[in-house]
């Protein structure tokens, strides 16, 4: 399971990709990147080479194929929780009846740090907004 220290550095890792811009399919600090490429990021710094290779998907991807994608590659690489900390995957369907589409890491003081569509990485309260949409959470493994 995934102690303190690894939540402590994914908040320190992921903080250090605040304000890069929202690029779809992007995943390059400072540069672009999407909520996807935010955790592909973090897991290359912490953890070395990504585990698998991101098909190309458009944007609505989630919409299009009624699979749920990102919430089976996340249950292969990360170990699902019922309640998240912070540092913790979380994993959001924009719709009710929709896939996960969206993903983020819960933050201190009740946020999640994530790429926001339109704008950049950056922290959002965790409100109802967020709260109603959560479905999963998980524990990134921990670092030697």
Request: hydrophobic share 40%.
């Amino acid at each position: 399971m995934t102690n303190s220290h690894t939540r402590a550095a994914v908040l320190r890792c992921a903080a250090s990709w605040l304000d890069t811009p929202y690029r779809h399919q992007a995943s390059i600090k400072g540069i672009g990147t999407d909520c996807l490429g935010l955790i592909r990021g973090v897991w290359r710094e912490l953890y070395g080479n990504e585990p698998e290779t991101a098909p190309p998907y458009s944007p609505d991807w989630a919409e299009v194929s009624q699979e749920e994608t990102l919430l089976n590659a996340a249950a292969r690489w990360l170990t699902p929780i019922p309640s998240p900390r912070p540092g913790d995957v979380l994993l959001f369907r924009m719709a009710s009846n929709a896939p996960c589409k969206h993903i983020g890491i819960l933050a201190e003081g009740d946020r999640i740090l994530h790429a926001y569509w339109g704008k950049s990485v950056v922290y959002s309260h965790f409100a109802p907004f967020w709260t109603r949409r959560h479905v999963a959470s998980f524990a990134c493994p921990p670092l030697v």
